[in-house]
Nanobody, 124 residues
Framework: VQLQACGGGLAQAGSSLRLSCVVSGRSIRNYAMGWFRQAPGKEREFVAAIGRVGGDTEYADSVKGRFIISRDYAANTMYLRMNSLNPEDTADYYC??????????????????WGQGTQVTVSS
């Protein structure tokens, strides 16, 4: 399975972006999936996750109420809608997938497959 993240770019504070993670090789129904981000000089951190079935979601406190994770089975794609962006959201964003899980997975160590990063820069 391959994951390709896209949709990043330059945004102004208060605006919105939508990231996409296009999955190829196997249906996303087989995976719990998540988004992580890594800012310059910082460790990779959890952003949001969605379970394999039922659509259960989890969010980092820093993005709760602003970001929405979702999936489109027909498009075999996962999304991250990012609203009310602020400069602290500036980072490289990565999507990930894990087969050996059903609910949302928060730990990066549990994920088996990763996409390349897509850069998000938020200006004040």
């Amino acid at each position: 399975v391959q994951l390709q993240a896209c949709g990043g770019g330059l945004a102004q504070a208060g605006s919105s972006l939508r990231l996409s993670c296009v999955v190829s090789g196997r249906s996303i129904r087989n995976y719990a999936m998540g988004w992580f981000r890594q800012a310059p000089g910082k460790e990779r951190e959890f952003v949001a996750a969605i379970g394999r079935v039922g659509g259960d979601t989890e969010y980092a406190d820093s993005v709760k109420g602003r970001f929405i994770i979702s999936r489109d089975y027909a498009a075999n794609t996962m999304y991250l809608r990012m609203n009310s962006l602020n400069p602290e959201d500036t980072a490289d964003y990565y999507c990930a997938a894990v087969q050996r899980a059903w609910g949302p997975v928060l730990s990066s160590h549990a994920y088996e497959y990763w996409g390349q990063g897509t850069q998000v820069t938020v200006s004040s």
